[in-house]
């Protein structure tokens, strides 16, 4: 009997290898791959609750019975908003406004004016009408 003694893989064997480490390579980029679109996802969500956060406090300065349409430029994006009265126009003699409820339409936009997202917000639409009442 005659024995030999082998040195190295066959080839054979480097195939079996290389087809497990393409394996592993082909889930380690698949996990990476949903990785990063997760990331993107999230990074755009981020995006949006900024964009948000700041269009609600600038639309809080906006009184939507005196300028019921409007845009402004906030830095990265535009917006526009138009607001119409859901209510009847308030006019209470105690007091010295007007008042009423209005549903605003806001629509956010890139700067290359591409629509991103959109939301409606319920705002008080006053406007003073009378001089206070002289004191007693």
Do not use: C
């Not at 079996?16 to 592993?24: E, H, Q, T």
């Amino acid at each position: 009997m005659i024995e030999t003694h082998q040195r190295g893989f066959s080839l054979l064997e480097a195939i079996v290898a290389m087809v497990i480490i393409s394996g592993a390579g082909y889930a380690l980029f698949g996990w990476i791959n949903s990785s990063i679109m997760s990331l993107a996802s999230v990074s755009d969500a981020n995006a949006r609750a900024e964009a948000t956060q700041n269009i609600l406090e600038y639309m809080s300065g906006v009184n939507p019975m005196l300028k019921p349409t409007g845009n402004a430029s906030l830095g990265r994006y535009k917006i526009r908003w138009e607001s119409k009265p859901t209510t009847l126009v308030q006019d209470v003699k105690s007091s010295v406004f007007q008042f009423a409820l209005y549903e605003t339409a806001v629509k956010a936009q890139n700067v290359d004016s591409e629509p991103w997202f959109e939301f409606s917000l319920r705002q008080v639409g006053y406007k003073r009408i009378r001089a206070p009442a002289a004191p007693p």
